[in-house]
């Protein structure tokens, strides 16, 4: 089915692009996100298609209205789809946006493609076949987690927004390298080895993970809560707690968090 799924979030970063060298539309969500007729397009794309895909599994996007918590919380399995995550970088034109689709089953993601339209840069993945990206025209290649350097760790973060645990965990760090992405692209950056942490202390939610998490997952890294428990989908709340998105096993990440 991966290959099916890749061909929807094609089409639905088609539909993006659309509009990418126009201006955009913004309008303002109850949560104070920007939300452009990108993200209404890419969703409405991407839910026709998985309709059609696979009618008895439900769909839950971040543009998805009025489904009731009973309702979700039934679900053994759901789509959970971000259409385009990253409107911020969509609208200053940076690239730096994706469309996320993940299949969640018993709570943990089995299958991720998180597309960046406008580079043409894919990363896909389903469980128990491995991890791989695109770039162009190329042939896919075989993604993995790199061998960290202790001494000089690459960490996905901003020196200036930091925030105080990131400037904390920075503190300890004083030869670590600072890698700048925006969006799900985080995450992928450490699932193909170009970086080795990406801690996120500030809110993000269910579908801003889920394909990436199993993307990095199959590339031999992983997505955690503080407490090192394996980050689970189809929760009463949406919101993902603190997590951390690491790449090689030996990484001791949990020495480098200052508790409250």
């Not at 007729?37 to 998805?64: F, G, W, Y």
């Not at 955690?224 to 001791?252: F, K, M, Q």
Request: charged fraction near 25%; glycine fraction near 8%; aromatic fraction near 6%.
């Amino acid at each position: 089915m991966t290959n099916e799924i890749r061909r929807i979030a094609a089409e639905a970063g088609e539909a993006i692009m659309k509009t990418y060298d126009g201006p955009a539309e913004v309008e303002t969500k109850e949560d104070n996100s920007p939300l452009t007729q990108a993200d209404r397009a890419a969703h409405d794309c991407i839910a026709a298609a998985l309709a059609k895909l696979t009618p008895d599994i439900p769909v839950l996007s971040e543009e998805s209205e009025g489904i009731p918590i009973e309702e979700r919380l039934s679900w053994k399995r759901f789509w959970l789809v971000d259409p385009l995550d990253g409107t911020k970088e969509f609208i200053k034109k940076t690239g730096q946006f994706t469309v996320n689709i993940a299949l969640i089953e018993s709570g943990e993601p089995t299958l991720g493609v998180v597309l960046a339209p406008a580079s043409d840069l894919e990363y896909f993945a389903s469980q128990g076949n491995g991890a791989f990206k695109r770039l162009g025209q190329a042939e896919p290649v075989a993604i993995h987690v790199s061998e960290a350097d202790k001494a000089r760790l690459r960490i996905v973060a901003s020196r200036d927004h930091a925030g105080p645990k990131v400037a904390a965990m920075l503190e300890k760090l004083p030869g670590a390298e600072l890698v700048s992405m925006g969006s799900s692209l985080k995450f992928c950056l450490v699932a193909e080895g170009a970086a080795d942490l990406y801690p996120r202390f500030v809110p993000t939610m269910e579908w801003d993970t889920g394909a990436a998490q199993c993307i990095l997952e199959e590339a031999g890294g992983a997505i955690c809560t503080l407490n090192g428990y394996r980050l689970a989908y189809g929760r009463e709340d949406l919101r993902n707690p603190s997590i951390v998105a690491a790449g090689h096993p030996a990484i001791d990440w949990k020495s480098l968090i200052t508790s409250d």
